[in-house]
């Protein structure tokens, strides 16, 4: 049914380690489940509406802007009248760092596990331009050229090798990341019929940009392809 689509496609998420660490985004899966949700729709079945939807990372895992509209309008379509999303965004810092600074971060031990590393290296790629979105294989390209030895950091730094190893899996990769600024991204959501409730943040490393946030289903709007 639509509601249970829905609820895998605002949940969009990977395996996502302790201690904070970021989920894998699974975009062709994304993309997959939009497609569904968009032959529903079409077909003009009835729905069984939620109460909630739940989304760890999903909306860094769409295209920008297009997929991000189309997602979004899903879900508040889906939506009962008094319903709420609840997301934990992935959002770069206002002040951009560059990669050169992540990778020395990393090189002098201040980054505290791989997934942290490669979020803020694609954070940091994708503000170089300040661009909309970064390319997945451009975050490898960066990796690539700074000549680190996964094995030898792996050791060095207590993690699985296999973590480590994991940045070979963006070489090549048509995937593309989009990591909107906090004040961005909720801009686009009142723009898509959400009002926010309330955000908070955890304590773990990377947390001041991966808060959580409460919306509410706005009444009486217009939703540009929720219909």
Known sequence: SSGRLLTRAARCRGASGRGGAAPQSRPRETRRLLQRLDHERRRDLGIRRVDLAIGDGCLT???????LSRLLASVHRCLRC????????????????????????????AIGSIHAFKWRLGMAVQGMADAPEVAVDEIWRIWNAARIDARALAKARGWPPEQVGMMELYRGSPARYNFMRYDETIRHLRRAGFDLVATRTGSYELAERCPHVLLRKRQGVSIAGAS
Request: charge should be negative; proline fraction near 9%.
């Open 61 to 67: 895992a769409v295209g920008f802007p297009d997929e």
């Open 82 to 109: 008094d319903g709420y999303l609840m997301l934990r965004l992935f959002c770069r810092p206002d002040v951009a760092e560059t990669p050169e600074t992540v990778i020395a971060a990393l090189q002098s031990g």
